[in-house]
């Protein structure tokens, strides 16, 4: 018996299983943190580091 977090498992098999499926999610986490935005995000993000921008420049010419 291996104890994982906790979990006492049982089996090799839970094991491997387990395995498998922490790399799975960590191929999709790095996938999707890889990917490029969504046009219409991207351009939210864009407008909110220039209005950010504006901010900061206003608060040290003050």
Known sequence: MLDYGG???G????????GRIGSELA???HDTLQSPL?????LLVERLDRDLQA?????QES
């Not at 089996?11 to 387990?18: A, D, G, K, R, V």
């Not at 969504?38 to 991207?42: A, D, I, T, Y």
């Not at 901010?55 to 608060?59: F, H, L, V, Y």
């Open 7 to 9: 979990t006492m498992l």
């Open 11 to 18: 089996s090799p098999c839970e094991t491997i299983l387990l």
């Open 27 to 29: 191929v999709v986490l």
């Open 38 to 42: 969504p046009e219409g995000l991207q």
């Open 55 to 59: 901010e900061d420049d206003a608060s």
